[in-house]
Antibody, heavy 122, light 107 residues
């Protein structure tokens, strides 16, 4: 079955760290850019970070640059998000998603995981 | 690029036709996607390229627009169509932005 399954979300104190994981199955993981997208409670979607097929290029939302690191292990078909210096504003459901590029540049996302909840609170 | 959706909430009856709007703060050409999200679920890609339906999307869903003004029309609402609809621009590569969402609820 073609799917993405996230894990690692939990309650963490402000200033703390957390590592999210996303396990891919049913498709050629190494052939796709991959992305993390988050959704704060009752809010809209927010793109967080993405990573090239071979892991050689990463991009980040300005507000997480320097605090979050996206990475991947193609041999394990897994995507990761290391989150440091967490604040209450990082509280959200975090989704991993597979990039679909309809034209030559620019992504949409055609496969999403079920999400994992990160709560930053004391 | 800031994406603004309207209305925030719309109440409709099954069988009705409804149009949702999305405006970009600057031209995104036709690099605009729509997603449907049901409670407790991940979003689902409906439309990309402003008007191309994704695989498996029923033809009652149609998208239009270019530049800064876009719309998503559902021609005859079915019970399974209720949820939140999000627009997303992908012209601002390598970063992307979404609208705040429009909630489609049963009247």
């Amino acid at each position: 079955e073609v799917q993405l399954v996230e894990s690692g979300g939990s309650l963490v104190q402000p200033g703390g760290s957390l590592r999210l994981s996303c396990a891919a199955s049913g498709f050629s993981f190494s052939r796709y850019w991959m992305t993390w997208i988050r959704q704060a409670p009752g809010k809209g979607l927010e793109w967080v970070a993405n990573i090239k097929e071979d892991g050689g290029i990463e991009h980040y939302l300005d507000s997480v640059e320097g605090r979050f690191t996206i990475s991947r292990d193609n041999a394990k078909k897994s995507l990761y998000l290391q989150m440091n210096s967490l604040t209450a504003e990082d509280t959200a459901v975090y989704y991993c998603a597979r990039d679909y590029v309809p034209d030559w540049q620019g992504s949409t996302w055609d496969l999403w995981g079920q999400g994992t909840l990160v709560t930053v609170s004391s | 690029i800031v994406m603004t959706q309207s209305p925030a909430t719309v109440s409709v009856s099954p069988g009705d036709r409804v149009t949702l709007s999305c405006r970009a703060s600057q031209s995104v050409n036709r690099k605009l996607a729509w997603y449907q999200q049901k409670p407790g679920q991940a979003p689902r890609l409906l439309i990309y390229g402003a008007s191309t339906r994704a695989t498996g999307v029923p033809d009652r869903f149609s998208g239009s627009g270019s530049g800064t003004e876009f719309s998503l029309t559902i021609s005859s609402l079915q019970s399974e169509d209720f949820g939140v609809y999000h627009c997303q621009q992908y012209d601002g590569w390598p970063t992307y932005t979404f609208g705040q969402g429009t909630k489609l609820e049963i009247k």
